[in-house]
């Protein structure tokens, strides 16, 4: 159940299944929805453990006394790039109107792209995996920068070794950036027109983290199937992905 849940209310699996929650967001209209679910169904999540991608999501269900963690979003463990030479940088959910307030030498050899605004309703799956598969293998065979306001888009390139500049542009994004605590520094639209971020900044190395959260999703899935774990090593880590911090 890695994802983000807001508008249809259909995403809770039935009782015939046993979902493993790691990665997961609930959204604002998610959560009014699950508040009268918490109501009418209280037992549904008796003996589940709901690993949350972000603070916003683990505060909601502790309020609900859930038995929730801070998995974090497992973006974070795609496999990173080999060493090269990389010179394009990618502006990704930046508006066209803040070129002004960016370095010129970094709009040199760069490109715009908005990957929020695709067309997909009559698109199947396979064909949307495909695309997306696309855009992210161009980022790992081309970026030298990432200078992104999408969480989905910073995650994976941090990822896979890529310097990334993450630009918080709504008060709803900051809701969801906290699964790169410790991680990344979250900047500011002011940041950018008062010219304190530093583009030159090292490429963040995760592979420890990368480590625990797979672990986290194996030992998740044994434990989902009934099958006997080591919980004190879960519990530990489920803690150090939650302190994680370069």
Avoid at 6 to 17: C, E, S
Avoid at 20 to 25: I, L, R, Y
Avoid at 76 to 101: A, H, M, P, Q, S
Avoid at 199 to 208: M, S, Y
Wanted: one cysteine or more; aromatic letters at 14%.
């Amino acid at each position: 159940m890695q994802g983000w849940f807001a508008y249809n209310f259909d995403f809770l699996p039935t009782n015939d299944l046993r979902p493993v929650f790691v990665g997961t967001h609930f959204r604002e209209e998610a959560q009014k929805f699950l508040k009268h679910f918490f109501y009418h169904f209280p037992h549904y999540f008796k003996d589940k453990s709901i690993g949350c991608r972000d603070l916003y999501t683990l505060e909601f269900l502790q309020r609900y006394k859930l038995d929730a963690y801070f998995s974090r979003c497992l973006t974070l463990t795609l496999d990173k790039r080999e060493k090269g030479e990389y010179k394009k940088v990618f502006f990704v959910g930046i508006n066209e109107n803040l070129k002004e307030y960016f370095p010129p030498y970094l709009l040199e050899n760069s490109e715009f792209i908005n990957q929020t605004i695709v067309n997909h309703n009559d698109s199947s799956w396979e064909y949307m995996y495909e695309n997306t598969k696309n855009l992210l293998d161009r980022y790992k065979n081309e970026a030298r920068l990432v200078i992104c306001s999408a969480l989905h888009c910073a995650a994976p390139c941090v990822a896979m070794g890529i310097n990334v500049i993450l630009i918080q542009i709504t008060n709803e994004q900051g809701l969801r950036f906290s699964a790169l605590n410790g991680i990344l520094p979250i900047y500011s639209v002011d940041d950018l027109k008062q010219g304190n971020i530093n583009f030159e900044c090292n490429t963040p190395d995760i592979e420890n983290l990368k480590v625990l959260m797979l672990e986290n999703l194996k030992l998740s899935i044994l434990q989902t199937w009934g099958e006997k774990v080591d919980e004190e090593k879960l519990k530990n880590t489920r803690k150090e992905i939650s302190n994680f911090k370069l």
